[in-house]
């Protein structure tokens, strides 16, 4: 165990369901790092008072959620390319006092579907969503080879956006907007849901839509067990619950200052789940 304290935490409001500290808690004795890990609940018009107390406590970075992920790049003093291109952050390092913006949900997106075998070079996607959760996974796909991404979503114009902004940055990816009730394309290599829909709400008919035998289903949502969007599918399901575990991994690569494997942090997130009990 390396004895040396490191300071980071979570902001966002509420705070009170975060599975975080849990998983900090984890990692400490996963990674033999000596993690504290603070909830500040912050609204965005607490958000300049969180970041001062931030700094005055020695932290060395800290987890961002909603509903902050956008609202807090005015704030920060330089981005990584990826944040800046999906319009969110979700990790701050602090470096010589200085805030960097990081998005680790796009590398998750990465690291899930690869350990999983589903390779998406070449292959149509479905995303419905157009937050910041579905721009991560568009960049993800996108900046992965994905042949076309097709993005359903409620409000139109928030699809439309996201693709007008995708589709500049990669010219080899046919990106497309549609309205969610829209049925997708049955060949599709993969889904994935980007809303909070089957958490709270009923799961609309058109996101019960199956593709092929081999496709693959993806639920950024989380729950004990199998959420609705993955239930009942006849392709692999890849949980929301692995995605936390990824990105709060790859964070502490920002904050401890050293890479972990891409395999050895496969193999990290499985014991993580084990340890958690949660599903
Ligand atoms: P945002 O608020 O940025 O976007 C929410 C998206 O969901 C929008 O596209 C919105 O559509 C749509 N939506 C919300 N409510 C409804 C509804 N009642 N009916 C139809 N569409 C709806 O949130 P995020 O993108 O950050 O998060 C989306 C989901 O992903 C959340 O459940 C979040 O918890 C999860 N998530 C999980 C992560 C993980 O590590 N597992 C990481 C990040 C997010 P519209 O544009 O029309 O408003």
Redesign the pocket.
């Known amino acids: 165990m390396n004895h040396t304290r490191i300071k980071a935490g979570l902001i966002g409001c509420p705070l009170n369901k975060s599975l975080s500290p849990r998983l900090f808690r984890l990692f400490s004795s996963l990674l033999g790092e000596n993690y504290s890990y603070t909830l500040l609940e912050t609204r965005a018009r607490g958000l300049a008072r969180t970041l001062k107390k931030i700094k005055n406590l020695g932290w060395a970075g800290f987890n961002v959620t909603?509903p902050l992920?956008e609202k807090i790049i005015p704030f920060l003093d330089s981005l990584s390319p990826e944040a800046g291109a999906i319009g969110a952050v979700n990790a701050v390092r602090i470096k010589n006092g200085k805030f960097e913006g990081h998005n680790t949900?796009a590398p998750?997106i990465k690291l899930a579907l690869r350990s999983s075998g589903c390779r998406i070079r070449g292959g149509a996607c479905v995303i419905w969503?157009?937050?910041?959760?579905?721009r991560a996974a568009a960049w993800a796909l996108a900046s992965d080879g994905a042949a076309a991404v097709e993005i359903h979503?409620?409000?139109f114009s928030?699809a439309a956006g996201l693709v007008k902004n995708f589709s500049g940055r990669f010219p080899h990816t046919r990106f497309a907007a549609r309205k969610?009730t829209d049925i997708p394309p049955e060949g599709a290599a993969l889904f994935v849901n980007?809303?909070?829909?089957g958490?709270y709400?009923p799961l609309p008919a058109s996101l019960r839509f199956s593709g092929g035998p081999g496709a693959f289903y993806l639920d950024?949502?989380?729950a004990k067990g199998l959420t609705p969007f993955l239930k009942n599918r006849t392709g692999a399901a890849i949980s929301?619950l692995d995605?936390?575990i990824y990105?709060a991994l790859k964070s502490t690569e920002l904050y401890g200052g050293r890479r972990i494997r891409p395999s050895e942090i496969v193999k990290l997130k499985d014991k993580a789940v084990r340890q958690l009990h949660f599903g």
Do not use: C, H, I, W
Request: proline share 4%; no cysteine; aromatic share 4%.
């Open positions: 909603l992920k949900d998750a969503g157009a937050g910041g959760a579905a979503n409620r409000s928030g969610l980007a809303t909070p829909l958490m709400k950024l949502a989380y929301g995605l936390l990105q």
